[in-house]
């Protein structure tokens, strides 16, 4: 009995391998069938050695390698307020060193300018003032010394006469002659310490006049910054800013606060793509690999590129610090 189950198994197991085997054999008839009706082909593919070359795909961003950042100017003395931009160079326009850029509203340093200059002129004419009161003042002092001295000299000679005269004269005279001398003395310290005031008094004047000249410089140099001028050579490209309406292209009219980036001047002869490859794929990089550098917005274009510099140090994902980047820097 058990070797009749074998039997049958085995039968069974024949049966079904015939079953497929003409089935396979209808299915290859009826397409080749199809194939002869259409006239049509297999279709054939040539098959070449050659050297395997892989790629990478990698994006980045392209920029310039010679670029001027140009951003709102800091006032000195001044608060962060905003400051409207006046006149304004149009994007894509190409510039050379000196051409004018950027021009912001400059009234309320031309005005503060004006008010520190008048400041600084009346202050040199109260220092002319007072100098020349101080040579009046020093006439004056000069007669009042001569006649203390006169004094003295005569009170002197009166003394050498007490021999022959009585001896109340005499007393008069010696007391004469002291009184002089004090006179003198007085005379001396009081115009000394005059002309130490007056002195004192000019050099606050002074001091006063030197500070609204720097305030007056400092004034110039605030006005002479609202105008910026480009220092190279290049390509205008104007930058994104925030407006009351959202973030949007800078123009004539738009409020910049002090410090924040508006445009740029960048020198097209020279770009680079400066990007990212993940870890797996950075040790096939070298420097001085070529390259190929599509744009996203020119896809008919293509640049010939070569690599500059793969970075030794990996950096964090922007999703996970498990998967590392390395920065990479394209020449074109």
Known sequence: MFKNLILRRAFAVRAIAVLLVAILAAVG????????VRGATLPMATVERRDFVRTLRIHGVIEAVKFHAVAAPRLSGQG??????????????RVQPGDLLAEFDRQAQTKNYLDRETEYRDRVEQIRKKKAEQEAALATDEREMKEAEHAVEKAALDVKRNEILSKIDAEKNAQNLAEAKARLDQVR???????????????????????????????????????????????????????????????????????????????????QVRSRVNQVDAARLAAGQTAKVHLDAYPELSFPGRVAQVGAIALGGSFSDRIRTFPVLFTI
Do not use: H, Y
Request: proline share 6%; charged share 25%; glycine share 8%.
């Open 80 to 93: 962060g307020s905003s400051m409207i931009i006046t006149r304004l160079v149009p994007a894509g326009a």
């Open 189 to 271: 310290r009081t115009i000394r310490l005059r002309r130490s005031v007056v002195a004192s008094e000019v050099r606050i004047l002074e001091i006063q006049r030197d500070r609204d000249l720097a305030a007056m410089r400092n004034a110039q140099r605030n006005s002479d910054r609202m105008v910026i001028r480009s220092p190279l050579a290049g390509l205008v490209v104007l930058g994104t800013i925030f407006k009351s309406n959202g973030p949007g292209e800078v123009q004539e009219g738009d409020e910049v606060r002090p410090g924040v980036p508006f445009l740029q001047v960048v020198d097209p002869q020279s770009m």
């Open 29 to 36: 008839a009826r397409s080749w069938r199809k194939g002869e």
